[in-house]
């Protein structure tokens, strides 16, 4: 040990979390001439990476306005992130990404995926922290950061003590704790006096209490795109994405990304065949068909959905056009505007990501340091930046290193 505090025991700054905010910023200041020492707690490197994106990572997304960042990020803030992100572009990742030789796909909605597998965005992070002469420690936690004026960090890490000027935080957010996730980050903040956004699992999967959701526990499986909803009149937001019906709830890209939206209590309004005029489809059938009201459905909606929800409805198990004008107006109404409230998430075991995090009223967005205390620098999502589903998460990790690293 002793060795290890002489060999190593100062550092121009150290990053705590290799995960893809802290590789990044630590191979860009390790390349600027910094010596840098990369820590992280957890056995294996980088697992979030690792396991995005289904196994591929849907590194970036090309669709990101730089100037108008907000429409996809949340926060208390949400112009905060603006500054990074325009100063590291996802074409700038792009442009790394294939230098190192990485094929990559677009699938949906400007959201870029590897070829081959996320190993290559791990690969590659890891051969520019190698590049920057970055010295890594891994598995090793941090005990304890002290600090005096003119005197800098002391940090007390497994692999002994280290000393230096510079702090980064980069130990992420709280899903996905069987991965490593901690609380790390917010407890420094809160030591050093910087505010923490209180944090709530984001882009999850929502559940609806046992006994509400009953009726429709059979549909698990069933997918289809939707328009999904919630907010009041004034602040309404919606996604235009495919849902999915699960035993507990509803998931799928449209209800990940309403999640992050979603405040407890409050409904979720869902149209189930967006573009489509149901009420005027519905009319139009009774002239001209004899055929049941399920049959007729079936031509708008999935035909597991329509038996559903004409299953429900005494009124409504008869030929169409013997149905009540009423009842046909309030099946459009269940297919067009279905409210529902959920009960709750699953929680951060299912979270593709947090919300919350360290204020950012505390910190600078030029360079994400401390206001008020020097040289302690967050960086991704222990920030209070919480980016929607499709790219837009790991894209903030890399221009928010990006934007510290230039700083450091
Ligand atoms: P990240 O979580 O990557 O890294 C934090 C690191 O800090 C970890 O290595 C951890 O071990 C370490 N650490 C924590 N506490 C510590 C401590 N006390 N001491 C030392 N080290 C500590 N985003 C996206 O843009 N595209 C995608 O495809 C996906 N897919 C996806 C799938 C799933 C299942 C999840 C859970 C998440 C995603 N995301 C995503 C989100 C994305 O993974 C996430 O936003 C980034 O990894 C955040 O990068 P950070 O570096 O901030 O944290």
């Known amino acids: 040990m002793q060795g290890l505090m002489q060999a190593a025991g100062a550092f121009d700054a150290v990053v ?36 995005s994106g289904g196994g591929r990572a849907n590194f970036t997304n090309r669709d990101l306005d730089v100037r108008a960042p907000h429409r996809h990020f949340i926060g208390d803030n949400p112009h905060f992130c603006r500054s990074a992100l325009a100063r590291y572009t996802p074409q700038q990742f792009i442009a790394l990404v294939e230098r190192h030789g990485i094929a990559y796909h677009e699938k949906h909605k400007g959201q870029l995926f590897c070829d081959g597998s996320s190993q290559q965005i791990i690969d590659m992070l890891l051969a520019e922290c190698a590049a920057g002469g970055v010295t ?150 009774k002239q001209r068909s004899r055929k049941r009201i399920a049959n007729e459905l079936a031509g708008l909606v999935p035909a597991r959905l329509a038996d559903a929800w004409v299953g429900e409805d005494a009124a409504l198990q008869r030929p169409i056009n013997e149905a009540a004008d009423r009842a046909l107006a309030a099946l459009a109404e269940r297919i067009a505007r279905w409210q529902i409230t959920p009960s709750g998430t699953e929680g951060y075991k299912k979270a593709e990501a947090t919300a919350g995090g360290v204020d950012t009223r505390d910190l600078s967005s030029q360079t994400l340091e401390s206001k008020q205390q020097p040289g302690l620098y967050f960086i991704g999502e222990v920030v209070d930046v919480t980016g929607w589903l499709g790219g837009y998460n790991f894209q903030w990790a890399w221009a928010s290193a990006h934007a510290c690293a230039q700083a450091l």
């Open 136 to 285: 890594h420690w891994q598995p090793c936690g941090v005990d304890e950061v002290g600090f005096a004026p003119g005197e800098g960090y002391r940090l007390r890490t497994r692999r002994g003590e280290v000393r230096t000027p510079r702090v980064v935080v980069a130990t992420g957010g709280l899903s996905i704790p069987q991965i490593g996730a901690s609380d790390f980050g917010y407890r420094i903040a809160t030591q050093f006096g910087l505010r923490v956004v209180t944090p709530r699992p984001a882009l999850v999967p929502l559940t609806f209490g046992g006994e509400a959701w009953a009726p429709y526990a059979d549909l698990a499986g069933l997918a289809l795109p939707v328009e999904i909803a919630t907010g009041s009149k004034k602040e309404r937001i919606a996604f235009l994405e495919d849902l999915l019906f699960t035993h507990r709830g509803l998931s799928g890209p449209a209800v990940l990304q309403i999640s992050s939206y979603w405040q407890p209590g409050a409904p979720l309004t869902i149209d189930f065949a967006p573009g489509v005029d149901v009420t005027a489809a519905l009319a139009e059938a």
């Open 16 to 51: 705590i979390g290799a995960g893809a905010a802290g590789l990044f910023c630590a191979g860009l200041a390790g390349q600027r001439g910094l010596k840098v020492l990369l820590l992280d707690h957890a056995e294996r490197i980088a697992e979030k990476i690792r396991i």
